[in-house]
């Protein structure tokens, strides 16, 4: 009978062992967050996302507009979806929250700038981004986008190339502030279709309205020939979102 060889020595050291079994269980609370957030959002639809900064105050226009924006979504029959913070996010949950349907905050543990808004009917909380990305996209029949920073813009960017990409079902995503705007759309026109970065046809993904009443109306005329229910091929992709 041959030899045992002999045992190899794991050439990692004690820390690099400790956080490679830290990553590999850190995936089990990934997977919860998914499962514990499907749970609790399962009953909200049809549900609108709304997104924006979190630096803008109290007083300025951009916060009473999505305020009144929520308001009348949640009054239609909405659910409004915001990530629950402070800023445009908490305007979006507090005109929801003082209308008919539910308030929905996504909140996500940040080092600064993120706090929990009041005005929540159902708060999740979430430790990663794309967990709470997804969400956002799972159970929203529209996206509202306010004026906001990097995060806005992701989530934009997000909404956009899914729908392009088929990875998601079509809805209207309405960018709100033709001013604000007005460069960026500029720029995809000039740089990204010119340029055959995007088809001209892709720019369509898009509106822009400025008046809350036609915010609400954009989207119950997306869905009045069919309905706001996912289709049995939607639910499939929002299987694999």
């Known amino acids: 009978m041959k030899d045992k060889l002999p045992e190899m020595a794991d050439p990692r050291d004690a820390a690099e062992i ?6 590999s269980w850190r995936l089990f609370g990934i997977i919860a967050e998914f499962v514990e957030s499907t749970e609790r959002l399962a009953g909200i639809r049809p549900a609108v996302s709304i997104f924006g900064s979190a630096r803008t105050p109290p007083d300025h226009a951009y916060y009473m507009l999505t305020e009144q924006i929520a308001r009348q979504l949640s009054d239609a029959g909405f659910s409004v979806i915001s990530g629950g913070g402070p800023g445009i996010m908490e305007a979006a949950n507090k005109g929801a929250y003082f209308g008919k349907s539910p308030s929905i905050g996504l909140n996500i543990q940040l080092p600064h ?3 929990t808004n009041p005005y929540q009917d159902i708060t999740q909380t979430f430790h990663h981004f794309f967990a709470r990305k997804v969400m956002f996209v799972k159970f929203a029949a529209a996206y509202v986008v306010m004026p906001g920073g990097f995060g806005t813009l992701d989530e934009l960017m997000e909404a956009l190339t899914l729908v392009q990409t088929g990875k998601t079902r079509s809805m209207p995503i309405i960018l709100v502030g033709s001013k604000y705007w007005a460069g960026l759309l ?8 010119k340029e055959g970065m995007i088809s001209p046809q892709d720019m369509n993904l898009m509106q822009v309205i400025d008046k809350p009443a036609e915010v609400v109306e954009a989207i119950f ?11 049995t091929s939607e639910r499939e992709i929002l299987l694999n979102l």
Do not use: C, I, M
């Open 18 to 23: 400790d956080y490679s079994a830290r990553e």
């Open 113 to 115: 700038e993120q706090h």
């Open 186 to 193: 500029e720029w995809f026109n000039q740089r990204l279709v």
């Open 221 to 231: 005329s997306h869905y009045e020939k069919r309905g706001f229910a996912p289709t």
